[in-house]
């Protein structure tokens, strides 16, 4: 590519006339993922919005004195919780009492005055279970309405803080869940049914607060950035219903499959069986004593990475935050933006930079090995195939560092991927079809590998074209 008399700034580097190096992509999108992780870091976060001078504490656009509590106590669940302590702790120092959190395996860390419990994370497990267990009868000790309660909240909690309700055994709740991601669901449809079977779940962790004040922060990985979605809503009233949990299973067809106990209480609970009470309601006695804010969000990796393509010579433009539906569906649109840039120049004329953020679904029909960053990158792989143009790279990673039941984030993949594939002995339709991404893309050293990145917002993806 040759650039004409202007000025161009490429990879920090400055070039005047003459032949511009071929950059690479793959260290360039590095660049501009790691950017977004560090803008979304939970515990930066956390000290953006919740600040303390002297006796008052001020969280957003409101308020607090600290001398009017008896107590100041921390609970949370998700795997960003560590981070977000770790700066609760540094405001409040001393006068914090006592907290206890749930993070996923690997997502740990020492604190001085939170224990930390480490469970299973997509599937519930029997630690995540004890820890909620934990968590509700330290609340129910100590915690009255003379007291301040601090509640964070961050993706993944909705699996790692399992209180399933009487009758309801964690394997039931495990099966129901298990069901539910093998079959597509949204997130959304998860945590309407999940809030069902829970006693912490859909606001029911005020139930536990005993009239405290409480103070919910979010690290958000819906979206959207529906509160009431963000590990299920604990602190936010729930404006669905057991009726829809129904209509939500009914309409995959898994009352077959389903444990009969959970059908059977959620045909209780839409029955009016008030020994299988609703989930919380706008406009309860207990919504009046919460303050939920939203700390941090996908977009704000977004805009950071724009910032970031932008510095290394790569116009960006963020399609969106907000982009679900079928893998499949979504990686076709990206290729199909990536195909009109290289023909027109538009909507932007390259080298330039598509970003986009959200979190798709995959209807998983194979055995193989994956999560649906991969699976976008290898149907892009599969688009793209064969073009000419080789200046293009698509990327995709899960903001907390795993991408589904795999040590990966995401992958990269260019229109050379399938035929590197081929030489290895790789066939790309075949991995595809077996929902087998991982194994393509790790022989081809195109993994994204972050390691626990202790935050969760999300998806991100990248098309960069050169």
Known sequence: MRFGPRRARVCGKRYYGGVQPAPDLRQIVRHIYEAALRSVDPEAAVLRFLRREGDLLRLADR????????RIVLVGFGKAGVPMAKAVEQIFGDRLDQGLIIVKYGHGGQLKKTLVVEAGHPEPDEAGRAGAEELLSLLDRTVSSQDLLIV???GGGSALAPAPVSGVSLDDKKRTT?????????????????????RIKGGRLLDHAHGATVLALMLSDVVGDDMSTVASGATVPDPTTFRDALDILSAYRLESELPATVWRYLERGAAGDPHAPETLKPGSVASRHIQNVIVGSNFLGLRA????SRELGFAPLILSSSIEGNTADIAKMHVALAQEVLKTGHPLARPCCLISGGETTVK?????????????????????????????????????????PTDAAGALADPRSKSRGDELGLSLDDHLARNDSYNFFNPLADLIRTGPTRTNVMDFRFVLIG
């Open 63 to 70: 308020t607090y004195q600290l001398s009017s509590f008896r």
């Open 152 to 154: 964070l909240l961050s």
């Open 178 to 198: 298990s069901l539910l991601l093998r079959c597509g669901a949204t997130i959304h449809e998860m945590n309407c049914v999940r809030k069902h079977l829970s």
């Open 305 to 308: 990475a724009a910032e970031k």
């Open 364 to 404: 998983v029909t194979g055995s193989g090995k994956g999560g649906r960053n991969q699976e976008f990158v290898l149907c892009c792989a599969k688009e793209t195939a064969g073009w000419p143009e080789d200046r293009i790279l698509f990327a995709s990673l899960g903001s907390d560092g795993t991408d589904g």
